[in-house]
C-alpha cells in the first residue's frame, strides 16, 4: 500500500478510537475520595492523546510534501494502475454480440483496405455483419473515438506483429482513425515486408510486422526451409524503440504437411524433421518470452497478445459462406490448444503481458469472412459462387476487428 495510505488509515484509526468519546465526569457526579486527581488525569491524557493525534496529523501531511515520489506525474501513472486492475477485473471475453445500426465506424471506401478484405467492394450483397458490436456481461467498451486514440498515442510508435490476420487487424485500426487526419497530414510507409501509418500532427505511427511465427524462418542448404525455433533477432530488431507492442502467432503452426511453410525444425545444432505442433509451438513462445524478458522495460513499453483468431472452414463442422448473423453461444465452447499453450508461456514470464482474448467471441461470427467475396467477381462468376474457394479465416472490413480494435483501445 502506498505511503500516504497508511498514513490516511492511521490517523483515521485514531480519530475513530471510541476511547477517545467516552464520557467524562461530570462535575456534580458521585466521586470516590480519589475523584479529583483521577479527573485530572484523565483530563490531562485526554488532551495528550488528542495533541499526539495533532502532532501525527501534521506529520502524515509533512510527509506526503517530502516524498519525491509524488508529482503530479506519478498521481497520473497510480490513476493509469488503478484504471488497468479495473480492467483486469472484467472479462471482456464473456458477452455477446448486439446489433448496433450505428455502425460501422468507417466504410469500405477507405483506401488502406487491401482488396482481399474489402467484401462491398468485391460484391458481397448483404451488409450486417459490419453492424455487430461486442457487449460484455460485466462491462462495457466505449465506442473507439480516433481522435482519443491519437491523443493517447501522441509521440508514441504502436506495432503490430504477427502473421495475415493481424495485418487485418493493422488495416482496420489504420481505417478507424485515418477519417479525422487532413489528407496531407498522413502517409503510409513501407519497408519491405513492414508498413507504418503516420499521423504528422500527433507525431504518431501505427506499424504492422510481418512475423507469422515470431521466430526465424530461414533457407538452409540445398534451398531447404529451416524453422529455427530457437533465434529471433532478425525479426525482433524491429520490435526495439517501440511504444505499445501488440503480437499474435497461431495459424501458421499447425499448417499440414502440404501447407507447411518449413521443411525441418532446428533447435541449437539438432535438425528435426517431425515434432508435435503444439510443442513445436511452445518453443517458439518461448524464445519469443525470453527475447521480452531480456529486451524490454514495463516502465517503457506495453506488450500485449491478441489470442488466436478462429477459422470457420470445413474442418471446424461447416463453412462460412452465405452466413447472415452471429451464432447466439456455444454449448460447449473450444479452447484451442494454442491458447492453453500461450497461457502457459505467459505465466512463466517476469514481464508484465496483457493477454487480449478474442478467440470465443470472434467464434460467434461465423457471418464475418469475405467466403467468396475475397476478390471482385464478373457477372458469370456472380452466377455460381460455391465453385470458388472461400476464405474463413480473415475478416472483411469494416467488421470484427473494428471491434478487436475497440477493445485495444480501452486496454490502452
Given at each position: 500500500?502506498?505511503?500516504?495510505?497508511?498514513?490516511?488509515?492511521?490517523?483515521?484509526?485514531?480519530?475513530?478510537?471510541?476511547?477517545?468519546?467516552?464520557?467524562?465526569?461530570?462535575?456534580?457526579?458521585?466521586?470516590?475520595?480519589?475523584?479529583?486527581?483521577?479527573?485530572?488525569?484523565?483530563?490531562?491524557?485526554?488532551?495528550?492523546?488528542?495533541?499526539?493525534?495533532?502532532?501525527?496529523?501534521?506529520?502524515?501531511?509533512?510527509?506526503?510534501?517530502?516524498?519525491?515520489?509524488?508529482?503530479?506525474?506519478?498521481?497520473?501513472?497510480?490513476?493509469?494502475?488503478?484504471?488497468?486492475?479495473?480492467?483486469?477485473?472484467?472479462?471482456?471475453?464473456?458477452?455477446?454480440?448486439?446489433?448496433?445500426?450505428?455502425?460501422?465506424?468507417?466504410?469500405?471506401?477507405?483506401?488502406?483496405?487491401?482488396?482481399?478484405?474489402?467484401?462491398?467492394?468485391?460484391?458481397?450483397?448483404?451488409?450486417?455483419?459490419?453492424?455487430?458490436?461486442?457487449?460484455?456481461?460485466?462491462?462495457?467498451?466505449?465506442?473507439?473515438?480516433?481522435?482519443?486514440?491519437?491523443?493517447?498515442?501522441?509521440?508514441?510508435?504502436?506495432?503490430?506483429?504477427?502473421?495475415?490476420?493481424?495485418?487485418?487487424?493493422?488495416?482496420?485500426?489504420?481505417?478507424?482513425?485515418?477519417?479525422?487526419?487532413?489528407?496531407?497530414?498522413?502517409?503510409?510507409?513501407?519497408?519491405?515486408?513492414?508498413?507504418?501509418?503516420?499521423?504528422?500532427?500527433?507525431?504518431?505511427?501505427?506499424?504492422?510486422?510481418w512475423a507469422p511465427l515470431l521466430v526465424e524462418l530461414?533457407?538452409?542448404?540445398?534451398?531447404?526451409?529451416?524453422?529455427?525455433?530457437?533465434?529471433?533477432?532478425?525479426?525482433?530488431?524491429?520490435?526495439?524503440?517501440?511504444?505499445?507492442?501488440?503480437?499474435?502467432?497461431?495459424?501458421?503452426?499447425?499448417?499440414?504437411?502440404?501447407?507447411?511453410?518449413?521443411?525441418?525444425?532446428?533447435?541449437?545444432?539438432?535438425?528435426?524433421?517431425?515434432?508435435?505442433?503444439?510443442?513445436?509451438?511452445?518453443?517458439?513462445?518461448?524464445?519469443?518470452?525470453?527475447?521480452?524478458?531480456?529486451?524490454?522495460?514495463?516502465?517503457?513499453?506495453?506488450?500485449?497478445?491478441?489470442?488466436?483468431?478462429?477459422?470457420?472452414?470445413?474442418?471446424?463442422?461447416?463453412?462460412?459462406?452465405?452466413?447472415?448473423?452471429?451464432?447466439?453461444?456455444?454449448?460447449?465452447?473450444?479452447?484451442?490448444?494454442?491458447?492453453?499453450?500461450?497461457?502457459?508461456?505467459?505465466?512463466?514470464?517476469?514481464?508484465?503481458?496483457?493477454?487480449?482474448?478474442?478467440?470465443?467471441?470472434?467464434?460467434?461470427?461465423?457471418?464475418?469472412?469475405?467466403?467468396?467475396?475475397?476478390?471482385?467477381?464478373?457477372?458469370?462468376?456472380?452466377?455460381?459462387?460455391?465453385?470458388?474457394?472461400?476464405?474463413?479465416?480473415?475478416?472483411?472490413?469494416?467488421?470484427?476487428?473494428?471491434?478487436?480494435?475497440?477493445?485495444?483501445?480501452?486496454?490502452?
Amino acid at each position: 500500500m502506498p505511503k500516504w495510505n497508511t498514513h490516511c488509515h492511521q490517523l483515521k484509526g485514531l480519530q475513530t478510537n471510541p476511547t477517545l468519546h467516552s464520557p467524562l465526569p461530570t462535575p456534580h457526579s458521585p466521586l470516590p475520595s480519589m475523584a479529583k486527581p483521577q479527573q485530572k488525569l484523565l483530563s490531562f491524557l485526554f488532551f495528550f492523546i488528542i495533541f499526539l493525534s495533532f502532532i501525527h496529523g501534521e506529520s502524515s501531511q509533512l510527509d506526503l510534501e517530502d516524498e519525491p515520489w509524488l508529482d503530479e506525474e506519478d498521481d497520473e501513472v497510480i490513476v493509469v494502475q488503478n484504471r488497468h486492475d479495473s480492467l483486469r477485473s472484467c472479462d471482456f471475453s464473456a458477452g455477446k454480440w448486439v446489433y448496433d445500426q450505428t455502425y460501422p465506424l468507417y466504410d469500405s471506401s477507405c483506401p488502406y483496405l487491401s482488396t482481399a478484405v474489402a467484401c462491398q467492394s468485391n460484391g458481397r450483397p448483404d451488409s450486417d455483419y459490419e453492424k455487430w458490436k461486442w457487449e460484455p456481461h460485466s462491462c462495457s467498451i466505449p465506442r473507439f473515438n480516433a481522435l482519443h486514440f491519437l491523443g493517447k498515442m501522441r509521440r508514441k510508435r504502436i506495432m503490430l506483429v504477427g502473421d495475415s490476420i493481424m495485418r487485418n487487424q493493422w488495416e482496420s485500426l489504420v481505417c478507424l482513425v485515418q477519417g479525422v487526419v487532413p489528407t496531407d497530414r498522413k502517409t503510409v510507409t513501407y519497408n519491405g515486408l513492414s508498413m507504418a501509418f503516420h499521423a504528422m500532427d500527433f507525431e504518431t505511427s501505427i506499424e504492422f510486422s510481418w512475423a507469422p511465427l515470431l521466430v526465424e524462418l530461414k533457407k538452409g542448404p540445398e534451398n531447404k526451409r529451416i524453422l529455427h525455433l530457437d533465434l529471433i533477432e532478425e525479426n525482433a530488431k524491429y520490435w526495439r524503440g517501440v511504444d505499445i507492442l501488440v503480437f499474435d502467432s497461431a495459424h501458421w503452426w499447425t499448417h499440414s504437411d502440404q501447407w507447411s511453410s518449413w521443411d525441418f525444425y532446428m533447435e541449437g545444432n539438432s535438425f528435426y524433421k517431425n515434432m508435435n505442433p503444439m510443442v513445436a509451438y511452445e518453443k517458439g513462445l518461448t524464445t519469443w518470452a525470453k527475447w521480452v524478458d531480456l529486451n524490454l522495460d514495463p516502465r517503457k513499453t506495453r506488450v500485449i497478445f491478441r489470442s488466436m483468431s478462429p477459422r470457420h472452414n470445413r474442418e471446424n463442422g461447416w463453412k462460412c459462406y452465405n452466413q447472415r448473423e452471429p451464432l447466439g453461444y456455444f454449448s460447449h465452447p473450444h479452447v484451442p490448444e494454442q491458447m492453453i499453450v500461450l497461457q502457459g508461456v505467459l505465466r512463466r514470464m517476469r514481464f508484465p503481458v496483457y493477454l487480449q482474448d478474442i478467440t470465443t467471441m470472434s467464434a460467434l461470427r461465423r457471418d464475418g469472412h469475405p467466403s467468396v467475396y475475397r476478390k471482385a467477381m464478373d457477372q458469370e462468376e456472380k452466377q455460381h459462387p460455391r465453385e470458388f474457394s472461400s476464405d474463413c479465416s480473415h475478416w472483411c472490413l469494416p467488421g470484427v476487428p473494428d471491434i478487436w480494435n475497440e477493445m485495444l483501445s480501452e486496454l490502452l
